[in-house]
């Protein structure tokens, strides 16, 4: 089946790493992506990795992927105000529907 | 360059009613989807319309609808709404391959009352 797995919260104080946790289930999807949601906002795109990738950095994002675990995680480093949100994992399951966590409240601590 | 834009921005309606939502992809994407996200929810995938036509749907009934235009803008129909149906629904622009990701609007804010 199909299915994305986040914790719900997460509290960092400004200046430290984030470590946000995704666990998937369809060993089939070739990317998986990265999203962030402000609070009545739409979704946007932080980054993505392709299936064969174990890491891809980007600026103060880091994406670790394992594939024999199916667990992708995301590294902010230097966390700021500004990073507090709420962040998706997605997977594609081999098919053209991005299907979502429930999303991890980023809560950054001034 | 004009992200994908939606309208209208809010909506309210009651049960029964019928609404009808807009979306425009971003310059140079030819693909749309529309997801649904309940408030605490992450987004839940509703179709993908891809040369005018429904390329792939989710697990939503037969009162959703759509349509894709030839200058690829995209309406979402719902009929007979229900209570249930008050959520954010998300438009998506990609490219037909979307590897890259898909490129989220701001959202229509639908009520039913």
């Known amino acids: 089946g199909e299915d994305v797995e986040q914790s719900l919260f997460l509290s960092v104080r400004e200046g430290d790493s984030s470590v946000i946790n995704c666990t998937y289930t369809d060993s089939s999807s070739t990317y998986l992506y990265w999203y962030k949601q402000e609070p009545g906002a739409g979704l946007q795109l932080l980054t993505y990795i392709f299936s064969n990738m174990d890491m891809k950095q980007d600026q103060r994002l880091t994406v670790l992927l394992n594939k024999k675990d199916k667990h992708l995680s995301l590294r902010i480093a230097d966390t700021q105000t500004g990073d507090s949100a709420i962040y998706f994992c997605?997977?594609?399951?081999?098919?053209?529907?991005?299907?979502f966590g429930t999303g991890t409240r980023l809560k950054v601590l001034a | 360059d004009a992200g994908v834009t939606q309208s209208p921005t809010h909506l309210i309606k009651t049960r029964g009613q019928q609404v009808t939502l807009r979306c425009s992809p971003k310059?140079?994407?030819?693909?749309v989807s529309w997801y649904q996200q309940a408030l605490g929810q992450g987004p839940q995938f509703i179709f993908q319309y891809y040369e005018e036509e429904e390329r792939q749907r989710g697990n939503f009934p037969d009162r959703f609808s759509g349509h894709q235009f030839p200058n690829y803008s995209s309406e979402l129909n719902v009929n007979a709404l229900l209570l249930g149906d008050s959520a954010l629904y998300l438009c998506?622009?990609?490219?037909?391959?979307?590897?890259?990701?898909?490129?989220f609007g701001p959202g229509t804010r639908l009520t039913v009352l």
């Open positions: 998506a622009s990609s490219l037909v391959l979307a590897g890259r990701g898909q490129f």
């Open positions: 310059s140079g994407h030819d693909t």
């Open positions: 997605a997977e594609t399951g081999g098919t053209y529907k991005y299907i």
